[in-house]
């Protein structure tokens, strides 16, 4: 019998970590069983075990992946001294809305996850500190001499992420009661690419 191709390996560990990526986002950690992931794959729970060993080794496995890809899109902009401010929020934003475009489940995965305290957690969240660190950094930099200096950090960062990670978050309800396509919501995200930037900067030089 002849052996199984590489590829066939790879594509049933990107079937495993796809299954356990949405039922991790759909569930939590706690309520998803081994079993289940096989299943949501189509595969055999030993196939699971043999590529993962377990359980905790699959979710963590999914959730550096994911912040991976969140922070390689985001921190290099944050010490690119070439940019204005304005200029930072602008590639930031950007950059932002295209991940989650591409990640709609994973502010549902993060929140579903910041409500337990495991330990499996504490990465994840340091890494989420050290982005947070750099973004304040940047913009402490960017505002110094201006206008901007009143504004206080806080509330700028609570009505950044709002406008950025809210409509992926109300993006059921807002495609039903707006009676939206998948590509309906895609367009007005790219929109948003341009006019996030605009509002924020607003915020920044309001007197």
């Known amino acids: 019998m002849a052996k199984k191709k590489k590829i066939d390996d790879g594509s049933a560990e990107q079937k495993i970590k796809e299954a356990a990526r949405k039922l991790f986002t759909e569930r939590g950690f706690d309520a998803v069983k081994t079993r289940d992931i096989a299943a949501e794959a189509d595969i055999n729970l030993a196939l699971l075990n043999y590529y993962f060993r377990s359980k905790e080794n699959l979710f963590d496995i999914v959730m550096f992946e994911n912040f991976e890809q969140f922070m390689q899109q985001l921190i290099p902009v944050f010490g690119d001294e070439r940019l204005s401010l304005e200029e930072r929020l602008e590639v930031i934003i950007g950059r932002y809305i295209d991940m989650l475009t591409a990640n709609p489940d994973l502010p549902f995965f993060i929140m579903n996850q910041m409500k337990s305290d ?37 509330h700028f960062m609570m009505n950044y992420m709002g406008l950025v990670i809210f409509p992926f978050i109300a993006r059921p309800m807002l495609m039903r009661v707006n009676n939206l396509t998948d590509k309906d919501f895609n367009v007005l995200m790219e929109e948003r690419k341009e006019m996030v930037p605009v509002w924020l900067n607003a915020i920044l030089n309001a007197k």
């Open 118 to 154: 495991s330990s499996k957690l504490l990465g994840v969240k340091d890494k989420m500190a050290k982005v947070r660190d750099a973004f304040i950094k940047s913009l402490g930099k960017g505002m110094k001499g201006g206008k901007a200096t009143q504004v206080n950090i806080t």
